[in-house]
C-alpha cells in the first residue's frame, strides 16, 4: 500500500492581498498620527477650587509667623547616614567585587 502525502496549495487570491493592504494603511496611520501630525491643543480652564488659593497668592508669606509657629518648631531634620570613607587615589575600595571590611 502507497502512502500520498500531498502539499496544500496557497491560494493567494484577492483575500490575502486586501487583507495586506488593510495592515499596510493601518501601519501608514500609525505612522503619521505619532510622528507627524500636530496634536490638537485644548484649552482648560481652571476649576472654582483655584479661587481659594488666590488670596494665597495675593500676599507676602509672613515668615515670623510661620518661624513661631509651634508646629513648625516640633519639627526636627531627618537623621543623616555616616558618609562612608574612601581609600585609594580612586575614591573606592580597591576591588569593588570584595566585600567590604
Given amino acids: 500500500m ?3 502525502i500531498e502539499e496544500e496549495k496557497k491560494h493567494s487570491g484577492l483575500g490575502a492581498v486586501i487583507g495586506w493592504l488593510i495592515i499596510v494603511a493601518i501601519l501608514a496611520a500609525a505612522i503619521y498620527y505619532v510622528f507627524f501630525a500636530a496634536p490638537e491643543l485644548s484649552i482648560i480652564p481652571p476649576s472654582g477650587t483655584l479661587s481659594i488659593i488666590e488670596p494665597i497668592t495675593q500676599s ?16 526636627v531634620p531627618p537623621p543623616t547616614q555616616p558618609v562612608a570613607t574612601t581609600t585609594g587615589s580612586s575614591g573606592g575600595r580597591p ?3 570584595t566585600l567590604p571590611q
Fill in 2 to 4: 502507497a502512502i500520498v
Fill in 95 to 97: 576591588n569593588p567585587f
Fill in 60 to 75: 507676602p508669606p509672613d515668615i515670623n509667623a510661620i518661624l513661631n509657629n509651634p508646629v513648625f518648631k516640633t519639627l
